[in-house]
């Protein structure tokens, strides 16, 4: 049995380092480098936060928490500095109230901030209504995951290749027999498309289209005079302040799924209109005052109707897919790389197959 990762991203290198090749031969191929793509592009936040959570989500994500804190025990860094939602609402700041009774339930530090209380957060009050503090939230470096994923990979035994393109997946009688590549072709019994923005060419081959929309992730590197001491803060506006080292990353917090909404991957630009609310959010946070820009990025997240992500079998035998991750990529792929595991291993809890199915809507 031959398994083919296409992707080496976050979640196709987390998935190679489960799966492993003790009983079947796993190959992994990526085109460019291990986690040089939306996985760099993103924040690095590892998210116990969530507006409005439901049980099945925080069930989800505790498992993800949980295969990190593994990691860390063994050496992964990855800091706490937590994350505070901001209400520019009286309705929103009523969501982040619920929400925190709701985290605290389920055993998660959180609690909800009156807006003179931001102030210790690094947080300018005037026109705020509140927030949802979550002390417990960490940030990592991605890519450096993604390598010790691939690293695990390799160490079990996954041919990990790097600079080779899967071009094309071949199938006979709805059931996939191998994959071509910029380096020829390979016989596979299974794929799984962890592609992240690019999945839908990669269903398109096998002839297949499933509901997944791309949503632009601008961000602005800022360099401040002193390094901002908050968690990073995250607007209702949906813009957010991650601090870091030398002072933050502004970005845009877009995960509304809109039908057919594609773009064209490569293009890279930022906008005026995102570099003024950037430049903004220094009236809340006023450690941005006097900032100066460094670099600028675009990553494109792949979003789903229901904000979860597909993961699993599709109608054609022996093509999964593992995609539509939104904005929570990082934090979840350790707990999608189990559930594939667990398909592929036929031991899988019935409710992560059907409230993850990609065939669910
Ligand atoms: C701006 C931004 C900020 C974010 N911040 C956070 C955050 O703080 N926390 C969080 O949890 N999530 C965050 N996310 C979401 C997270 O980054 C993604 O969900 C995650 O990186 C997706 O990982 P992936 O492995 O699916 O995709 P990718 O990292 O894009 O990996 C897919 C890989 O597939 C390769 N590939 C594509 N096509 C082929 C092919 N045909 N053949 C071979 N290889 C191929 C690509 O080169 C790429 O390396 C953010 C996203 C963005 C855009």
Same mark, same amino acid.
Request: aromatic share 6%; with cysteine.
């Given at each position: ?8 991203g ?19 191929l ?16 590892l ?5 409005d959570?439901?049980?099945?989500? &925080? ?11 593994? &990691? ?21 700041? =009523? ?17 909800? &901030?009156?807006? +003179?209380?931001? $102030? ?12 949802l ?18 690293d ?8 990990v290749?790097?600079?080779?393109? $899967? ?5 006979h009688?709805?059931?996939v ?7 020829g ?12 923005p ?11 289209? &499933?509901p997944?929309? %791309? ?9 401040t005079? +002193?390094?901002l001491?908050?968690p ?8 957010? $302040?991650r ?9 845009? !917090?877009?995960? =509304?799924?809109?039908?057919?909404q ?35 990025? $675009? ?6 109707p ?10 054609i035998?022996?093509y ?19 559930v594939? %595991?667990?398909?592929?291993? =036929?031991?899988? =809890?019935?409710? !992560? ?9």
């Amino acid at each position: 049995m031959h398994t083919v990762i296409v992707g080496g991203g976050i979640v196709g290198t987390a998935i190679a380092a489960r799966l492993g090749s003790t009983d079947r031969e796993v190959t992994l191929l990526e085109r460019s480098e291990i986690g040089e793509a939306t996985t760099a592009a993103s924040a690095g936040l590892l998210m116990r936060t969530v507006v409005d959570p439901d049980p099945f989500e &925080l069930r989800f994500r505790e498992r993800a928490h949980e295969r990190y804190r593994e &990691l860390r025990e063994d050496g992964l860094e990855a800091d706490r500095i937590g994350i505070v939602y901001v209400a520019e609402s009286a309705a929103f700041a =009523d969501r982040l109230a619920d929400s925190a009774r709701t985290l605290r339930e389920a055993g998660i530090d959180a609690s909800f &901030l009156e807006p +003179d209380e931001l $102030v210790g957060l690094g947080i300018e009050p005037g026109g705020l209504e509140g927030g949802l503090y979550t002390p417990e939230d960490r940030v990592c470096d991605p890519a450096a995951v993604a390598t010790l994923f691939a690293d695990r990979a390799r160490s079990a035994g996954v041919d990990v290749r790097t600079g080779v393109s $899967v071009t094309d997946v071949e199938t006979h009688e709805e059931a996939v027999t191998a994959v071509g590549t910029s380096e020829g072709r390979l016989a596979a019994d299974r794929v799984i498309n962890a592609t992240g923005p690019w999945a839908p060419q990669l269903d398109e081959a096998v002839g297949i289209e &499933l509901p997944l929309c %791309h949503t632009r992730g601008p961000m602005l590197a800022v360099e401040t005079s +002193d390094p901002l001491e908050g968690p990073t803060a995250i607007f209702e506006s949906k813009r957010y $302040v991650r601090p870091t080292e030398a002072g933050a990353w502004l970005g845009a !917090y877009r995960t =509304d799924y809109t039908e057919g909404q594609r773009y064209d991957l490569a293009d890279r630009s930022i906008s005026a209109s995102f570099r003024e609310s950037a430049r903004e959010l220094e009236a809340f946070v006023p450690g941005l005052e006097g900032a100066t820009v460094v670099d600028d990025w $675009v990553g494109y997240r792949t979003v789903t109707p229901d904000g979860r992500p597909l993961v699993g079998e599709t109608e054609i035998e022996g093509y999964l897919v593992a995609v539509g991750l939104s904005g929570q990529g990082i934090t979840l792929a350790p707990a999608v790389a189990d559930v594939v %595991h667990g398909l592929l291993e =036929d031991d899988v =809890d019935p409710e !992560y197959r059907s409230r993850l199915s990609p065939t669910r809507f």
